[in-house]
């Protein structure tokens, strides 16, 4: 074999093993980097809720690590939505369908919370799991007196199927209080009463979050 051969085998391979390096311990220190981690303060955030949650909504969960909440999409009467498009405002996001009876019991108590802190800092997102008669939900909102509340959707299951997929629903009504950021601050599994004093405690807390 030439020596000219020989050469470039060897800077073929000391480049390879230059980039795999840089590669792995590149890799590592991104990681190890909270930095570059938007949602890297949200457990000491969420940590400041727990002395908040009780009564009413003794079943929220504070985080236990940081997850940016996934920018689900959905419609509304105003045509396509995503998450992203509330960035910049705390929100709790709530799958609700008609058929679940929890859900229809704290439905009131959801359209009371938008309407008492509902704006430029915070949004209700009530969104709708009825994926069949998908036209009797305008109807049972408008008897039921759910005046408030925008009317959020999702007929086709994506963002249920989404959230699933990451462990984070397994049934309805399931609740997710997420920062400005976009960051998830604490979830619950089951009905709560969102207008009680207490849900309002932990609102305004993360609403004075820094931003």
Not at 52 to 71: C, N, R, S, T
Not at 116 to 141: Q, S
Request: glycine share 8%; aromatic share 8%; charged share 20%.
């Amino acid at each position: 074999m030439s020596r000219i051969r020989l050469i470039i085998i060897f800077v073929v391979l000391l480049g390879a093993t230059v980039a795999s390096t840089f590669f792995l311990y590149g890799k590592k220190g991104d990681a190890g980097n909270s930095a570059a981690d938007p949602c890297s303060a949200t457990l000491g955030q969420a940590a400041g809720l727990k002395p908040l949650i009780k009564g009413e909504i003794a079943a929220l969960q504070p985080v236990l690590k940081p997850l940016a909440f996934p920018l689900v999409s959905f419609e509304s009467d105003q045509g396509p939505f995503t998450l992203e498009k509330f960035s910049g405002r705390v929100v709790l996001l709530n799958l609700w369908a008609t058929w679940c009876v929890p859900c229809r019991e704290e439905m009131p108590a959801l359209d009371q919370l938008q309407q008492k802190r509902g704006g430029a800092d915070f949004e209700v997102i009530a969104l709708n799991m009825d994926t069949r008669n998908v036209d009797r939900v305008p109807k049972w909102l408008a008897e039921n007196k759910i005046n408030t509340l925008a009317r959020y959707f999702d007929p086709a299951g994506k963002a249920f199927q989404t959230l699933r997929g990451i462990g984070k629903v397994q049934g309805l009504p399931t609740t997710f209080l997420i920062d400005r950021q976009g960051c998830l601050l604490a979830e619950m599994a089951g009905p709560a009463n969102w207008a009680s004093d207490e849900a309002l405690a932990v609102l305004d807390h993360a609403l004075k979050l820094p931003k």
